[in-house]
């Protein structure tokens, strides 16, 4: 079994900035194999695709925070962070990270995630 625990979400100005973290663990849990995927959920909407990381290192983001969200992982610490800049207030929703063998944006596919953390993003 694998746990994801994400922090870091929190109230911010349109144009700001916040840094959530996850924080994976498991008995057997190799994190460097593992791709790590973040997603979202405003009311009243789907669970949408923000970015992934792969075990490898490279990174991939959805069109609507290309250039102001970054994903970055520490394998040593079992961390993946994401830090996210130039806030607007679509931004607004829980933030998830997932885990995954296989690379995908879909949520659907991913085995394990996060309980979220909450991110508002005032006007």
């Known amino acids: 079994q694998v746990q994801l625990v994400e922090s870091g979400g929190g109230l911010v100005q349109a144009g700001g900035s916040l840094r959530l973290s996850c924080a994976a663990s498991g008995r057997s849990f190799s994190f460097a194999t593992y791709n790590m995927g973040w997603f979202r959920q405003a009311p009243g909407k789907e669970r949408e695709f923000v970015g992934y990381?792969?075990?490898?290192?490279?990174?991939y983001y959805a069109d609507s925070v290309k250039g102001r969200f970054t994903i970055s992982r520490d394998n040593a610490k079992n961390t993946v962070l994401l830090q996210m800049n130039s806030l607007k207030s679509e931004d607004t929703a829980v933030y998830y990270c997932?885990?995954?063998?296989?690379?995908?944006?879909?949520?659907?596919?991913?085995?394990?995630w996060g309980q979220g953390t909450q991110v508002t993003v005032s006007s």
């Open positions: 997932a885990t995954d063998r296989v690379l995908r944006v879909t949520a659907s596919g991913y085995e394990y």
């Open positions: 990381i792969s075990r490898g290192g490279s990174t």
